[in-house]
């Protein structure tokens, strides 16, 4: 099938085949994507507008009241501007990190719960198919301030179709940095935190798998903002600039963070932590929810028929 190994659907000892693994994930992924866009959206406004229209650096209070204005003035296109390229991403991006993932992941004999070396591995690997996706996402809210609107993905494609689709690699490095920390924390980290919590806490007080995934994402998702908050401030610099204009490099997207830092001190780096704290917790609980909600259907499915080992 499709050049697909038969091996890729058998399930194995965990109850799941690897398809059935990789669905879960993508589902759980799909149902996150929707339900933290606004979150999403608004950390990114927090971040942008680190610079007015002039080019100047702004008071981080100064870019969160400005992002708060443009969701009150349209909060219907603000809160799902870009949901369309992250849908769309959930396939273009999370196949093939969820497949290097899971796929490393069963080669090891570790089922749907990978270790490190498999997050490290599609964290790598996987970072010139998300980057594009992420640059279109960036692209339709860096001018919301202007306009009103999401710029249209058609106008993003042609404007980097101009210089050969260059553009839609801008913050490649920064994003194989960040999806690292995003797989060993969010991916690796919270489910084994998880289950101990469950076994420590859970199992004394009677609290369910979704509130110890709430306390598991709560525990992680500091961690993971800090490490995470200036690799996306990077992003965000490299991939809100005019597609039309020069480009940033690594370098150039650091001496303006840093630049940043020396005018407004710590919160110049870390503009948008609150909310990015806010949005990891979220984001985690409803992808671990998600997923084990498709794990759990298909796990009941494959009992039924008869289609474990």
Known sequence: MLGISDEFFVVKKSGLS????????????????????????????????????????????????????????????????????????????????????????????????????????????????????????????????????????????????????????????????????????????????QKYIQTELGDKTGLGRSATGFVASAVVSPIYVVITNPLSRLEVIMQTNSIQGKSYTVTGAVKEMFADMAQFGMRGIFRGQGIGIFKAVISLTLFHEGRHFVQDQFKAYNVQHGYTE
């Open 18 to 193: 690897q398809a059935q693994a990789l669905t879960a994930y993508l589902g759980g992924s799909a149902f996150q994507t929707v339900m933290d866009n606004p979150v999403t959206a608004y950390r990114q406004l927090v971040q942008q507008y680190a610079k007015d229209i002039a080019g100047k650096p702004v008071d981080p209070k100064i870019a969160s009241q400005e992002a708060k204005a443009i969701f009150k003035a349209h909060p219907i296109s603000a809160s799902f501007s870009g949901v369309g390229p992250r849908l769309i991403g959930v396939g273009f991006k999370r196949i093939p990190k969820f497949g290097v993932l899971l796929g490393f992941s069963f080669f090891l004999g570790e089922g749907e719960n990978p270790g490190f070396v498999a997050a490290t591995a599609a964290s790598i690997l996987s970072a010139p198919f998300i980057n594009p996706i992420r640059m279109i996402e960036k692209q339709q809210r860096a001018y919301f301030k202007q306009t009103g609107a999401p710029k249209p993905i058609l106008e993003i494609l042609k404007e980097s179709a101009a210089k050969n689709f260059a553009p839609l690699f801008r913050g490649t490095i920064p994003l194989m940095g960040h999806s690292l920390a995003s797989a060993t924390l969010g991916l690796v980290g919270q489910p084994r935190l």
